[in-house]
């Protein structure tokens, strides 16, 4: 009999300062983001504490009232003094405070020992994500690289935490001229930071090799989605491609660059890649260590820019897009902004309006849904027109004694018409230029 073992449910709070320059839907809506990246963390948020102040406080973050009341939740305290404070109902055991702020290790260190609980920043909480759900050697790579840089300035911190065997000496006995415990950790970080560089360069390499051999010598054009993490890029790549790409529920479930051809096949043959999402205030550690996962953004002919129309925020993840897109050198590819998920806004009639005013602020835009087939084919039909805009027609010629190569033709362009007489068949075909000037070179070779 086999037994199933359920893990432990792991509890978090929440909590941030709201500072004057904020308004209050986008500070809710950056709440709503970190809760959901607590999901994909594997912790259910069991109470959100917010503080409005005109800076954040230098020592801990939050003011002292504040962290007050969260040390009585974590530690179901009831406090004589703060009567309206409603101490943990349920006796549930914390295992971390998320911020939504990245703090400095000297906050993060004061707000833990105060409250007697992990602290965790968004940031934090982000890198910890991305090193559970990275799956290539690069993407892993990249991670750490992030992950390391985060932790270097945080040793010294730590080190106090443990107390003075933290800060000893590497000499005899703990004393003498030797690196402290830290300055042995911080060198150590900074000597695989470099080795993990240089294994990213080799593998840069070899997948630009792999890049050009498939967009070169085949000639295949490429489209990259790209967008908000959980917009739906993951289902609209499967009903693009027809392929079993995983779709989660969850913020970041996709990492690593897949790479999958346009289905049906067209001509030219088109290669469709889904890339990492996006998220206001990014890591610029991420965004720079994951530019090379954003390569295929880079190399597209067109991006798909995939919106959450649901979303009542979907304008300010079109601006953190927008903004990504600009840091990696990427706005300057063409664009279709797609309205995924028309079909989470309300009834038909709903629906129907929604769709009118999109379309009325974002003209040359597509509103659709992934879930339904009309709307995925005629999306499809979008993309190959726009790599069929700059295709030519021409005739070739093919004699009896080569009918072999009948397949190059048939696989690299689109045969319109075709007839035949007694020294051979002739093809009227569309096609990209320099492929039908190659294919034209080849045939004029045969004896």
């Known amino acids: ?79 004589a003094e703060f009567e309206e404070i409603v101490a943990n109902p349920d006796n549930l055991d914390i295992d971390a405070i998320l911020i939504d702020h990245e703090i400095s290790p000297s906050q993060a260190r004061n707000l833990e020992k105060e409250v007697s609980c992990e602290v965790m920043d968004r940031t934090m909480v982000i890198l910890e994500i991305f090193h559970r759900n990275a799956r290539s050697r690069a993407a892993r790579a990249e991670v750490e690289i992030a992950r390391l840089g985060y932790m270097a300035p945080r040793l010294r911190e730590a080190a106090k935490l443990v107390g003075p065997q933290g800060r000893q000496r590497s000499g005899v006995g703990g004393r003498g001229g030797g690196e402290s415990h830290t300055e042995l950790d911080r060198r150590k970080i900074r000597d695989r930071i470099a080795e993990l560089q240089r294994e990213i360069v080799a593998m840069d390499v070899e997948r630009q090799t792999q890049r050009t051999r498939r967009h070169g010598r085949q000639r295949l054009a490429g489209v990259a989605l790209v967008g908000y993490t959980n917009a739906g890029k993951s289902t609209l790549m499967r009903a693009l491609t027809g392929s079993e790409v995983m779709v989660v529920n969850k913020l970041f479930a996709t990492l690593d660059t897949t790479v999958r051809a346009l289905h049906p096949e067209s001509v030219p043959r088109i290669l469709v890649s889904d890339t990492v999402g996006f998220i206001k205030n990014l890591p610029h550690g991420l965004v720079a260590s994951f530019k090379s996962t954003l390569d295929e953004a880079l190399d597209a002919s067109l991006l798909l820019h995939v919106i959450d129309a649901s979303d009542a925020g979907f304008e300010r993840q079109l601006e953190v897009t927008d903004k990504v897109l600009k840091e990696i050198g990427a706005d300057v590819v063409p664009r279709i902004r797609v309205f995924n998920k028309i079909d989470h806004v309300g009834d038909a009639a709903t629906q129907a309006e929604y769709e009118v005013a999109l379309r009325t602020q974002y003209p040359d835009s597509v509103v659709m849904s992934a879930h339904r087939p009309d709307a995925v084919a005629k999306l499809q039909q979008k993309i190959i027109e726009f790599f069929q805009q700059n295709l030519v027609e021409a005739e070739l010629f093919l004699p009896w004694s080569a009918q072999q190569l009948r397949g190059e033709i048939y696989t690299s362009c689109q045969v319109l018409e075709e007839r035949s007489d007694n020294e051979g068949a002739f093809f009227r075909v569309r096609g990209e230029p320099d492929t039908v000037n190659d294919l034209r070179e080849q045939f004029s070779q045969i004896p």
């Open 1 to 79: 009999m086999q037994i199933e073992i359920k893990e432990k449910p792991k509890y978090a709070v929440v909590a941030a300062v709201q500072l004057p320059n904020v308004s209050d839907s986008e500070f809710e809506a950056s709440l709503n983001e970190l809760r959901e990246l607590a999901k994909t963390l594997g912790y259910e948020v069991v109470k959100t504490f917010v503080q409005k102040r005109y800076n954040f406080d230098t020592t801990a973050y939050l003011g002292a009232g504040k962290r007050q009341e969260i040390r009585c939740f974590v530690n179901n305290v009831e406090p």
